[in-house]
């Protein structure tokens, strides 16, 4: 339902764009957010971003990363600038969503994207 890509590596100061594809029956997708996890690390949250545009950013990412989607492609984008090394981590795309009217609102995890940033 989800898949998550555009990880690699790249070094510090670097970029690198993660997309989020949602695919399949789907009826309405509410917030989309990313998590990532590091070695030997809790998954923590990153970015989300609801329909209407509304977004919400970690602080320790705060003014590098900038979320964005395209409603129409059922896409949802995170933008990494200024990467350092502890960005590295597996990033995961997470969406709550609804595969008909009727169904009840369910949560969905892709696969997860790794990003590695050398120092």
């Known amino acids: 339902q989800l898949q998550a890509s555009g990880g690699g590596l790249v070094q510090a100061g670097g970029s690198l764009r993660l997309s989020c594809a949602a695919s399949?029956?789907?009826?309405?997708?509410?917030?989309v957010n990313w998590y990532r996890q590091a070695p030997e690390k809790q998954r923590e949250f990153v970015a989300q971003?609801?329909?209407?545009?509304?977004?919400r950013i970690v602080d320790s990412v705060k003014g590098r990363f900038t979320i964005s989607r395209d409603n129409a492609k059922n896409m949802v984008y995170l933008q990494m600038n200024s990467l350092k090394p502890e960005d590295t981590g597996v990033y995961y795309c997470?969406?709550?969503?609804?595969?008909?009217?009727?169904?009840?609102?369910?949560?969905?995890w892709g696969q997860g994207t790794q990003v590695t940033v050398s120092s």
């Open positions: 997470n969406a709550l969503l609804k595969v008909a009217q009727l169904s009840p609102w369910e949560n969905y």
């Open positions: 399949g029956r789907i009826f309405s997708i509410d917030a």
């Open positions: 971003i609801k329909t209407a545009g509304s977004t």
